[in-house]
T-cell receptor, first 114, second 112 residues
Framework: DAGVTQSPTHLIKTRGQQVTLRCSPK?????VSWYQQALGQGPQFIFQ???????QRGNFPDRFSGHQFPNYSSELNVNALLLGDSALYLCASSLRDRDYNEQFFGPGTRLTVL | GNSVTQMEGPVTLSEEAFLTINCTYTATGYPSLFWYVQYPGEGLQLLLKATKADDKGSNKGFEATYRKETTSFHLEKGSVQVSDSAVYFCALTKRTGNQFYFGTGTSLTVIP
């Protein structure tokens, strides 16, 4: 049973560019959440997708957008990249109707903005 | 609001020493509490969880008890190994939502 997978593993961009990160959830999961983990910090919630709609959003600007596909996989898009967007981006999947909504995390995509 | 506060690291211990990493939380309602571990270059792995007051989560020799009266969920292990070297994150989620709130992490290094 494959866990959560993310691509690419690493990415280098320059300021002002746009980037798309991809996530495939654990088999049987229908909800995908994205987190940003800056160096030395805990993950910060960006947003969550369920039934192809954004359901919750953290305190991130609208340069951060996403999408969920019918097969539950998801993309995170970041426009007009800033140096401060350099971080590890984590995708987590879960099953919506579970009581405590345990989340399973992928290995992350390391984004470096130069 | 919801938040988690962890003891600051880094923490360095000798093999077989006793480990405690403190975690306190602020939340409305009745959150579920988690400890995640992150090994170098990897994502987060669930270590243990507790979903209601007085529950004790345990896994791989690690334990944590959900204390509502002190709003705490301290992580303990009686005898650490070199392989336990990692960053440990305390987290909470509300029962009615999926968003996780993480602490800033505590780096643990165990030396032989």
């Amino acid at each position: 049973d494959a866990g959560v997978t993310q691509s690419p593993t690493h990415l280098i961009k320059t300021r002002g560019q746009q980037v798309t990160l991809r996530c495939s959830p654990k088999s049987g999961h229908d909800t995908v959440s994205w987190y940003q983990q800056a160096l030395g910090q805990g993950p910060q919630f960006i947003f969550q997708y369920y039934e192809e709609e954004e359901r919750q959003r953290g305190n991130f600007p609208d340069r951060f957008s996403g999408h969920q596909f019918p097969n539950y996989s998801s993309e995170l898009n970041v426009n007009a990249l800033l140096l401060g967007d350099s971080a590890l981006y984590l995708c987590a999947s879960s099953l919506r109707d579970r009581d405590y909504n345990e989340q399973f995390f992928g290995p992350g995509t390391r984004l470096t903005v130069l | 609001g919801n938040s988690v506060t962890q003891m600051e690291g880094p923490v360095t211990l000798s093999e077989e020493a006793f480990l405690t990493i403190n975690c306190t939380y602020t939340a409305t309602g009745y959150p579920s509490l988690f400890w995640y571990v992150q090994y170098p270059g990897e994502g987060l792995q669930l270590l243990l969880k507790a979903t209601k007051a007085d529950d004790k989560g345990s896994n791989k020799g690690f334990e944590a008890t959900y204390r509502k009266e002190t709003t705490s969920f301290h992580l303990e292990k009686g005898s650490v190994q070199v392989s336990d070297s990692a960053v440990y994150f305390c987290a909470l989620t509300k029962r009615t939502g999926n968003q996780f709130y993480f602490g800033t992490g505590t780096s643990l290094t165990v030396i032989p």
